[in-house]
């Protein structure tokens, strides 16, 4: 925990940081909390005063979930989001999240109660139903009457209500006959879960290619992959995104059995991972996801990759402006077991306290990560980028060595930063790179902040005008020590093979190497 005569709030357009007055023997220097707060952006979030309050509060990462609305809908939300930038003092990140082969209900109007022991209908194949009731109800997909058999369960809305099959047609678009086991209230496009029963939907539908098309015409910064289940799944994503050119970042999410038995190739395969524990839960036992939870984290660790822990973090915001203690033992839990991400959900997209939420999610972290060493957190062998895997660790031990209080990292697709952030250190790193997207891209990893600069002919010209950048924004204070790693012959689209030791003079001059 904090102590509060050691810790003050220090308020600056560039990053929501902490100021902290050191302890004997540490650099001065400015705090940046390390974990990553992904928000959902929704009718609760979505107006340009909340969106910049919750920048403020420590968002990092806006999630725009492609499974409701129209995808041209988010179209003026993108370019209001990337309009921030210069308010806030830093690049926006946004993830877009496809629908994936969700099973949904259909389209229809109200709330009804289902009541346990009563007979309810699924009528395959209709995205919309003007007479639904508790006595039928309409679903989009109409393979699901055709590959449901007698007894199986179906779960609706997150696996609040309870189903099991009396009867069903055997035919797509037909009717399937049901039992309400356990009931409660159901509204439009709620989600369906058939447990045991593998679902003939690709991972990448005509839904999702619209989707995937509005994201990367728009600029989407990080796509997110649902019901991923092998990792052919994602390579329609990366595919797209390769033929355009682009370097955009792929998130697997793992929220079905079928990922975990593929756990290892889907990490090889992906840039980033989310524990999506909605589905998951549903999809296998309860007690079994933590269990789940730990398995994903620890590969993504291995890798160096970001991994994000989402759902029901905070659930009890949506309506109540405290958390539960629970809640807080959940994310702190997550935090400690390595992920580098937390995510919210309806917290912030319809909840009734979205800035609390964020504000919430922020103080957790900060004090959990308080009881963190950055040395129990290593990327193993199985890392990608060997070499420069080895110079981002050399970094990191010469900047524990010198006490330095910053990590200026040079790159061209964000790969250097994401190595270096996956050590954990606890001084602040900056991404050192010549284009927008970069720089928008690794508002994900943890502890990274970014700076756009002009890439020159020496790489230590490079990174000593970042340097002097950063000085001037108050980044830098007069008397840090500070190690940059970059590339040679040019900094950013050379090979990562160069780590320096810089000192700023108390004239805020860069005085050169140590």
């Given at each position: 925990?904090?102590?509060?005569?050691?810790?003050?709030?220090?308020?600056?357009?560039?990053?929501?940081?902490?100021?902290?007055?050191?302890?004997?023997?540490?650099?001065?220097?400015?705090?940046?909390?390390?974990?990553?707060?992904?928000?959902?952006?929704?009718?609760?979030?979505?107006?340009?005063?909340?969106?910049?309050?919750?920048?403020?509060?420590?968002?990092?990462?806006?999630?725009?979930?492609?499974?409701?609305?129209?995808?041209?809908?988010?179209?003026?939300?993108?370019?209001?989001?990337?309009?921030?930038?210069?308010?806030?003092?830093?690049?926006?990140?946004?993830?877009?999240?496809?629908?994936?082969?969700?099973?949904?209900?259909?389209?229809?109007?109200?709330?009804?109660?289902?009541?346990?022991?009563?007979?309810?209908?699924?009528?395959?194949?209709?995205?919309?139903?003007?007479?639904?009731?508790?006595?039928?109800?309409?679903?989009?997909?109409?393979?699901?009457?055709?590959?449901?058999?007698?007894?199986?369960?179906?779960?609706?809305?997150?696996?609040?209500?309870?189903?099991?099959?009396?009867?069903?047609?055997?035919?797509?678009?037909?009717?399937?006959?049901?039992?309400?086991?356990?009931?409660?209230?159901?509204?439009?496009?709620?989600?369906?879960?058939?447990?045991?029963?593998?679902?003939?939907?690709?991972?990448?539908?005509?839904?999702?290619?619209?989707?995937?098309?509005?994201?990367?015409?728009?600029?989407?910064?990080?796509?997110?992959?649902?019901?991923?289940?092998?990792p052919e799944d994602l390579q329609p994503?990366?595919?797209?995104?390769?033929?355009?050119?682009?370097?955009?970042?792929?998130?697997?999410?793992?929220?079905?059995?079928?990922?975990?038995?593929?756990?290892?190739?889907?990490?090889?395969?992906?840039?980033?991972?989310?524990?999506?524990?909605?589905?998951?839960?549903?999809?296998?036992?309860?007690?079994e996801v933590p269990i789940a939870q730990?398995?994903?984290?620890?590969?993504?660790?291995?890798?160096?990759?970001?991994?994000?822990?989402?759902?029901?973090?905070?659930?009890?915001?949506?309506?109540?402006?405290?958390?539960?203690?629970?809640?807080?033992?959940?994310?702190?839990?997550?935090?400690?077991?390595?992920?580098?991400?937390?995510?919210?959900?309806?917290?912030?997209?319809?909840?009734?306290?979205?800035?609390?939420?964020?504000?919430?999610?922020?103080?957790?972290?900060?004090?959990?990560?308080?009881?963190?060493?950055?040395?129990?957190?290593?990327?193993?062998?199985?890392?990608?980028?060997?070499?420069?895997?080895?110079?981002?660790?050399?970094?990191?031990?010469?900047?524990?060595?010198?006490?330095?209080?910053?990590?200026?990292?040079?790159?061209?697709?964000?790969?250097?930063?994401?190595?270096?952030?996956?050590?954990?250190?606890?001084?602040?790193?900056?991404?050192?790179?010549?284009?927008?997207?970069?720089?928008?891209?690794?508002?994900?990893?943890?502890?990274?902040?970014?700076?756009?600069?002009?890439?020159?002919?020496?790489?230590?010209?490079?990174?000593?005008?970042?340097?002097?950048?950063?000085?001037?924004?108050?980044?830098?204070?007069?008397?840090?020590?500070?190690?940059?790693?970059?590339?040679s012959p040019k900094a950013i689209s050379?090979?990562?093979?160069?780590?320096?030791?810089?000192?700023?003079?108390?004239?805020?001059?860069?005085?050169?190497?140590?």
């Amino acid at each position: 925990m904090f102590k509060s005569n050691l810790w003050l709030l220090f308020s600056t357009t560039s990053n929501s940081l902490l100021f902290r007055k050191p302890f004997d023997g540490e650099p001065r220097g400015l705090y940046m909390r390390r974990t990553r707060i992904v928000a959902t952006i929704g009718p609760a979030s979505q107006d340009n005063q909340m969106l910049y309050s919750l920048f403020q509060a420590g968002m990092n990462v806006c999630r725009l979930n492609y499974s409701h609305g129209e995808p041209e809908q988010k179209t003026e939300l993108y370019h209001r989001i990337r309009s921030m930038e210069e308010s806030i003092g830093r690049q926006t990140c946004i993830l877009a999240d496809l629908p994936g082969p969700k099973l949904r209900l259909g389209e229809f109007e109200g709330v009804h109660i289902l009541a346990m022991g009563k007979k309810v209908e699924l009528h395959c194949g209709m995205a919309n139903m003007a007479d639904a009731s508790a006595e039928k109800l309409p679903v989009q997909y109409e393979g699901l009457s055709a590959e449901l058999k007698k007894d199986d369960p179906v779960l609706l809305s997150d696996g609040l209500i309870r189903l099991k099959v009396i009867s069903t047609t055997g035919l797509k678009s037909g009717v399937v006959t049901c039992k309400v086991i356990d009931g409660g209230p159901i509204s439009s496009r709620k989600g369906i879960n058939v447990p045991g029963t593998l679902v003939d939907l690709p991972a990448i539908g005509p839904k999702d290619k619209i989707a995937l098309k509005h994201a990367l015409d728009t600029g989407a910064d990080l796509i997110a992959v649902s019901y991923v289940r092998t990792p052919e799944d994602l390579q329609p994503a990366k595919d797209e995104i390769k033929s355009r050119g682009l370097t955009t970042w792929v998130v697997a999410k793992i929220e079905h059995p079928m990922a975990l038995e593929h756990l290892d190739d889907i990490l090889d395969t992906a840039d980033a991972v989310m524990v999506a524990r909605g589905d998951l839960g549903v999809e296998i036992p309860l007690e079994e996801v933590p269990i789940a939870q730990q398995r994903i984290i620890d590969g993504a660790l291995e890798r160096g990759m970001p991994v994000i822990v989402a759902t029901q973090m905070l659930e009890t915001m949506t309506v109540n402006p405290r958390p539960t203690r629970a809640e807080v033992s959940d994310i702190s839990t997550a935090i400690r077991q390595g992920a580098t991400g937390v995510m919210l959900s309806g917290e912030t997209a319809s909840g009734e306290y979205p800035l609390e939420a964020v504000q919430t999610m922020a103080k957790i972290a900060l004090s959990t990560e308080q009881g963190l060493e950055s040395s129990q957190l290593k990327p193993e062998s199985v890392t990608r980028f060997k070499s420069t895997r080895a110079v981002a660790h050399a970094g990191v031990e010469l900047a524990k060595m010198a006490n330095a209080s910053r990590l200026l990292v040079a790159t061209e697709r964000g790969n250097a930063p994401r190595l270096v952030s996956s050590y954990r250190p606890n001084i602040p790193i900056t991404a050192v790179t010549n284009t927008i997207e970069t720089a928008r891209r690794v508002q994900l990893l943890p502890g990274v902040d970014s700076l756009v600069v002009e890439e020159l002919d020496r790489g230590s010209s490079t990174m000593q005008s970042a340097l002097s950048r950063l000085v001037k924004l108050k980044r830098i204070l007069p008397g840090h020590k500070i190690v940059a790693i970059s590339g040679s012959p040019k900094a950013i689209s050379g090979v990562t093979s160069t780590a320096r030791l810089y000192k700023v003079s108390q004239q805020g001059e860069i005085i050169g190497t140590e």
